[in-house]
């Protein structure tokens, strides 16, 4: 049973990241603009919340660390420079995607290029970093091992209120909040516009340049919290990757059919998935099997193909996502 | 006149300037880290490609000529409407099967490469089916899948060698036999080839002749050692033009990538044209991991998680190619040029990223041009509808 629990809670450590970078992806495409530059927002933002967080760990006193408290806030802080990071680095694709009308899927994949070149670069010239491009970090301290009252409940208490990080709540309120934008507020259904019909959007008054960028810049401020929350609880240190997880989210959030509660589906899907890859050696029932462990890495990205096999014939898109804006046209 | 000239050569001109901006963003981020050194490292990026005379010229060409090929084949994807971003998969399948027809099958004799080649070609064609395929038939965004194609050939590559072509000690692939290496073109090979038709004392003076010539401007003839996967890359560079550019499969392929529904309608058979674009895109990145690999200079297949990195660099060469295949060519050995003044540039205490960001910058603005592009057409348009005005 506790294999069972085990792999609940490792699924929560792949899929919350999964589940924030697809939500982000989700505001662009719904807004008109692809963004398959979420790998390299995730990255930027990975980066530079990590360094923050590695930052403030040799600069205060281990003493300072010892109550629960300031490690999250720690944790927070970092999550808040990776957003703000990643929100930053996506206005090039926005200003390239919605004023300079470029092709949406070259400025994506150029910003793809630039945030691992520029991580690596800059962290190799930092005295730092010891002029290398592995930003390490103490992440065993952010990890809850209980909540005190709630992680005595049965079932629930063992995946999500023991070995936990904050971030999973805060991933959880992220969908929570997005739903809620996207479909309850006037600004969402303004944003749904823009990436159906934007001439209509525009012809309703609807500014669709402003709309657009905060679609995009939404998206890169959850790439950004989605690239730092994968690193920070799956790994010991930053090293200029995150694995094809950019492109995970995409196919999470066409799995998801573009809606929130759909892409919570598909990325505890592919969590799942993950988590076999990578806990398998401690799964006693795989082990038996002797299934070489490059096929379970393989997994999630066959499972993803086989998805989208099955559900793209009937895809339905944001109508206008990745068209390029012109106001005059009809 | 000035207008027609800009016309004509607009697309060189964008690409141009999208190349300059990049380089121009390098260099301001080169020197916001380290302004002392800056200004001669961005020239040492410039010039290193010639520092070292015709060892230079020799290694240009080797980190070009790879990058032709991924290039071709993301560019020719690019014309049928196809963002082939599966390159680096397609690469590294074709170097396993070139890995193993050069270390297992070694009753070849003096066509091992070729053949090693050819097989590295189809494999790549095979990797692109899949995507191809969903692409035409069941509408899955060519992005994602090619992407898990990437990955999924890793681990595959991964697995396959560790069965069958391992090194343990380097943890890398084995070497191929001699017969597999691709051979080179060097003045030895030439003046061995020429004795055989004009006699070896006419050839020996040639060799004399050609040495001294060179010695001249300083260079060492010796030293250009060029692979014969480069003149095949021009061969290949033909080829693909041709097909574009001649052929009704070429014109039906456009018509697919400018206007799917348009090409239905006109009677082109769209999904099996996506299908043989993404085969063919396949082919030529499957004959880049061929001929990277079939070295002698110690390259192998290393067994780490890492995705090949020539598939996806063949992206800017063929966005700053303008995805023509001549262009590509230029573009690719330009690439590979500047690559080379970055290994340069180390000297100088810069990181080589500096070079990615440079070519990332390029694509970056590449894709911005496509507004100065429109500018152009814009002003030309104005200024002919009132010269007719005023007729």
């Known amino acids: 049973m506790t294999d069972f629990y085990f792999i609940l809670q490792q699924m929560l450590y792949f899929s919350v990241p999964l ?30 919340g990590i360094l923050f967080v590695d930052f403030l760990q040799s600069k205060i006193s281990l003493e300072a660390f010892n ?36 092709d949406q899927v070259i400025s994506g994949t150029a910003l793809n290029m630039f945030a691992p070149a520029v991580a690596i670069y800059l962290a190799r010239s ?91 810049s939404i998206s890169g401020l959850l790439a950004g919290i989605g690239g730092y929350i994968f690193i920070v609880t799956t790994s010991t240190e930053f090293n200029a990757t995150v694995a094809g997880y950019g492109f995970l989210a995409l196919a999470v959030l066409i799995f998801g059919q573009w809606k929130p509660m759909r892409i919570l589906q598909a990325a505890l899907f592919f969590g799942f998935m993950k988590t076999i890859a990578s806990a398998h050696s401690g799964i006693t029932a795989l082990n038996i099997l002797k299934i070489p462990s490059e096929v379970y890495k393989m997994i999630p990205f066959l499972a993803t193909l ?19 804006y012109e106001a005059g046209k009809r | 006149m ?99 027809i050069g270390v297992k099958w070694s009753f070849l004799g003096p066509i091992h490469w070729v053949i090693a080649l050819i097989f590295a070609g189809l494999a790549g064609a095979l990797w692109a089916l899949l995507p191809g395929l969903l692409k035409a038939y069941r509408n899955v965004h060519e992005v994602v899948s090619t992407i898990m194609m990437n990955y999924i050939g890793l681990y595959l590559v991964m697995l396959l060698v560790k069965r069958t072509v391992f090194n343990q000690e380097k943890n890398e692939s084995m070497y191929v036999l001699k017969n597999a290496v691709i051979p080179s073109f060097t003045l030895e090979r030439l003046i061995n080839g020429l004795s055989k038709i004009v006699g070896s ?51 039906e392929l456009k018509a697919v990538g400018f206007n799917k529904d348009a090409s239905k309608y006109a009677g082109v058979n769209e999904k099996r044209s996506i299908v043989l674009s993404m085969l063919i895109a396949g082919g030529l990145s499957g004959l880049a991991g061929g001929i990277i690999y079939l ?29 023509h295949p001549i262009g590509i060519l230029f573009a690719g050995i330009f690439m590979g040029y500047i690559t080379l ?18 070519i990332s910058s390029i694509i970056y603005f590449s894709a911005l041009v496509i507004i100065f592009k429109e500018f152009i057409n814009r002003m030309s348009k104005r200024r002919m509808s009132r010269g007719e005005r005023n007729d």
């Open chain 1, 67 to 102: 109550s629960i408290t300031s490690q999250q806030l720690v944790l927070l802080s970092g999550l808040i420079v990776a957003g703000i990071s990643g929100a930053l680095f996506s206005l090039f694709h926005a200003y390239a995607s919605v004023n300079m009308k470029a």
């Open chain 1, 306 to 324: 086989l998805v989208l096999a099955i559900t793209s014939v009937n895809s339905q898109g944001p109508k206008a996502a990745g068209q390029v």
């Open chain 2, 2 to 100: 000035m207008r027609n000239f800009l016309n004509r050569y607009i697309n060189f001109f964008s690409s141009l300037l999208a190349i300059i901006a990049g380089l121009l963003f390098g260099l301001i981020i080169m020197i916001i880290t380290n302004p002392q050194d800056a200004s001669s490292a961005f020239f040492t990026i410039l010039s290193g490609g010639f520092e070292d005379g015709f060892t230079s010229i020799s290694r240009t060409i080797l980190y070009a000529t790879p990058i032709i090929f991924t290039g071709l084949s993301v560019g020719f994807a690019f014309k049928t409407g196809l963002f082939n971003i599966g390159a680096s998969g397609q690469v590294m399948i074709g170097a396993f099967v070139a890995i193993y």
């Open chain 2, 201 to 251: 004392r006419f050839a020996q003076s040639i060799e004399k002749f050609i040495v001294g010539l060179f010695k001249l401007i300083n260079l060492d003839a010796y030293d250009l050692i060029i692979n014969y996967g480069f003149f095949i890359s021009i061969l290949v560079v033909i080829i693909i033009y041709i097909i574009l550019q001649k052929t009704t499969f070429g014109y």
């Open chain 1, 126 to 216: 930092m005295a730092f970093t010891n002029y290398t491009q592995q930003v390490g970090f103490t992440g065993t301290l952010f990890l809850i091992r209980k909540v005190p009252l709630l992680g005595d409940i049965p079932f629930i208490g063992d995946i999500l209120f023991k070995q936990v990080y904050i971030t999973t709540y805060i991933g959880f309120l992220i969908l929570a909040i997005s739903y809620v934008i996207v479909y309850k507020t006037r600004f969402g259904l303004r944003l749904r516009s823009c990436g159906e019909h934007p001439q209509a959007a525009d012809a309703a008054g609807i500014n669709v340049y402003k709309t657009r960028y905060f679609g995009v």
């Open chain 1, 19 to 48: 589940l924030i970078v697809a939500l982000g992806g989700m505001f662009s495409e719904r807004s008109g603009v692809v963004n398959i530059a979420l790998e390299g927002i995730m990255l930027f933002g990975a980066f530079f």
């Open chain 2, 341 to 358: 003044g970055g290994f340069y540039m180390q000297i100088h205490d810069f990181a080589p990223e500096i070079i990615d960001i440079i």
């Open chain 2, 295 to 323: 070295n002698d200079i110690g390259r192998s297949i290393e067994v780490v998680d890492v995705l090949n990195p020539e598939g996806f660099i063949g992206i800017p060469v063929a966005l700053i190619g303008l995805s």
